[in-house]
């Protein structure tokens, strides 16, 4: 047999072995599972005294545990790292029993009652200068009773306490070794007792990148990693999903076509769900033009929410007729409205002394669809005097000019949604502190209107009585205009078909109970 055929052979048949023995390799060595989720924007904080936006609480969800959390894909209620729980006839004392060999990651110890008390008292601290210390101020003390049972003590009955410590901002509990050691890096490298670790956070992209957590207590999660990749166009993140780039994506309905797109792949499942988000422009009240109640009304009647709702968004979102949506306990359609009338508006405007209008700055993020919305308002309120300057700007810088230096003159409030209990959404929008003469929370804008409302709502611990509580607080932002609802929210939610057991939370983050979701990764498409 000549040489070079014997040669060939014997290479031919080596690396045919080769290839057997990869194979089973590979089979007996189970691929890594990673899920991909597509955010349009980069986190501002992964702190929870600091987590202001729902794209951060959906990762911090992840990483920290709560005392109270809520059933897979519902609001019912069960003990997360409380097993259990009491509460006095009079509503001011809870009692939390703790579970026992919970770890905090990157060998920060074993949870103890310490660290709950800590988490909260670091949040109500003036000097944690926390978001939203006010969800709280209903604590008089905490007292440790021993390792494994913490006391929260009320000033007074608190009619949503439990929805306050349950998965919301503040709530997580945190390592207080690892805060009082990392200090403000804290924020960068968070820890907590959740079902997945952080192992990185691209300062650059905005990426983060979470590992499955082997110690965690519950649900064991299904796959080894979690990460959060930013894709700032909504449309460049829904290919990335068709493609199998990434396995989760929020759809921008937006954009012509894409819903009708989606759903007619047999490739991706769609997911929809009627929650409490919504949008509205906010009005600063600091603002020399704007603190006039008449030049609000007047861009209010100047804003046809029609073109923006049926044209632009083709219907996939419903007219706002009020501050509250269906979603939220209380809810009233009974208010003042603002039907699209440029001719009271131009009245309105003469009446404030602006019969010719004026010039403000509109602030806006550069993400998703509130450019286009903004460009819309802005042809509208040209009609009637008013000329708009759009500034365009990444998240994190737009989040800089509203919460944090309450510049921003005209803006969106885009929110997620909230739990039912109405109450939440009032502190978290209009929280104020009439002793520093400020707002607290994400009440940008200086709105301070609510606070004799809030106080009442808080502390009445019978339902009737908080519905006709929100009902006058719906009714007097309406007239004063502290902001201006356009929308509430339809939220539409794209995995691939090789995703399994993922459910929409009811903050539409879909940050909620990532644990049990896992991923088939034999109809996954191979980038």
């Known amino acids: ?89 009079n509503g001011t004392v809870y009692i939390f029993h703790l579970r026992k060999g919970v770890k905090f990651h990157k060998g920060y110890g074993e949870l103890k009652a310490s660290d709950v008390k800590f988490t909260f008292e670091r949040i109500l601290d003036p000097k944690t200068n926390a978001r939203y210390p006010d969800f709280f101020k209903s604590i008089d003390h905490i007292e440790v ?105 929020t759809l921008d309905t937006s954009i012509s076509g894409l819903l009708e797109r989606a759903k007619s792949n047999p490739n991706v499942k769609v997911y929809e769900k009627i929650g409490g988000g919504s949008l509205s422009i906010t009005f600063n009240l600091n603002h020399p033009i704007l603190k006039d109640v008449r030049v609000r009304r007047a861009i209010a009647y100047a804003i046809n929410k029609t073109e923006i709702v049926q044209g632009l968004l083709k219907g996939t979102v419903v007219e706002a007729k009020g501050f509250l949506s269906p979603a939220y306990i209380g809810y009233t359609e009974d208010v003042p409205q603002y039907p699209y009338d440029p001719e009271k508006a131009k009245q309105l405007l003469a009446e404030a002394g602006y019969p010719n209008g004026f010039e403000i700055d509109f602030y806006t993020p550069s993400s998703g669809v509130y450019p286009k919305i ?107 205009l502290p902001l201006y609802p356009i929308y509430w929210s339809k939220v539409y939610v794209a995995t691939g078909v090789w995703v399994k057991n993922f459910n929409i939370d009811d903050f539409n983050s879909h940050g909620d109970w990532l644990e049990y979701v896992d991923i088939d990764l034999s109809k996954k498409p191979k980038p």
Not at 184 to 207: A, H, I, L, Y
Request: no cysteine; net charge negative; charged share 25%.
């Open 374 to 480: 903004a460009t819309i308002i802005q042809a509208q309120l040209a009609k009637v005097g008013i000329k708009v300057n759009i500034r365009q700007m990444d998240f994190a810088a737009w989040l800089e000019a509203t919460v944090v230096t309450g510049k921003a003159e005209l803006s969106f409030m885009p929110l997620g949604g909230r739990p039912p209990e109405s109450v939440v959404i009032f502190t978290n929008l209009f929280s104020f502190d009439p002793t520093k003469d400020k707002p607290t929370g994400i009440n940008f804008m200086w709105y301070d209107g609510l606070v004799d409302l809030l106080k009442k709502m808080q502390r009445e611990p019978d339902l009737q009585k908080r519905i006709e509580l929100y009902r006058q607080a719906q009714v007097k932002i309406m007239q004063d």
């Open 1 to 89: 047999m000549d040489k070079r055929i014997v040669a060939v052979a014997i290479v031919v048949a080596v690396a045919v072995a080769g290839y057997f023995a990869y194979t089973q390799f590979f089979q007996q060595t189970p691929q890594e599972k990673v899920l991909i989720i597509a955010r349009t924007n980069k986190p501002s904080s992964l702190d929870p005294a600091y987590i202001v936006w729902t794209n951060d609480y959906a990762i911090g969800a992840n990483i920290y545990s709560t005392l109270i959390g809520y059933k897979p894909g519902t609001r019912e209620m069960y003990g997360d790292l409380a097993e259990s729980w009491e509460v006095s006839e």
């Open 145 to 249: 009773i021993d390792d494994y049972t913490i006391k929260f003590v009320l000033k007074y009955p608190d009619s949503a306490f439990l929805t306050y410590i349950a998965p919301w901002r503040n709530s997580f509990i945190v390592s207080q070794k690892a805060v009082e050691e990392l200090g403000k890096d804290f924020s960068f490298n968070p820890v907590g007792t959740g079902p997945f670790m952080f192992e990185s956070w691209d300062s650059e992209t905005g990426d983060v990148v979470l590992v499955a957590n082997p110690d965690y207590y519950g649900e064991k999660p299904k796959v080894d990693k979690v990460i959060y990749k930013v894709i700032e166009d909504p449309y460049t993140a829904y290919l990335a999903l068709e493609r199998g780039e990434v396995d989760i994506v």
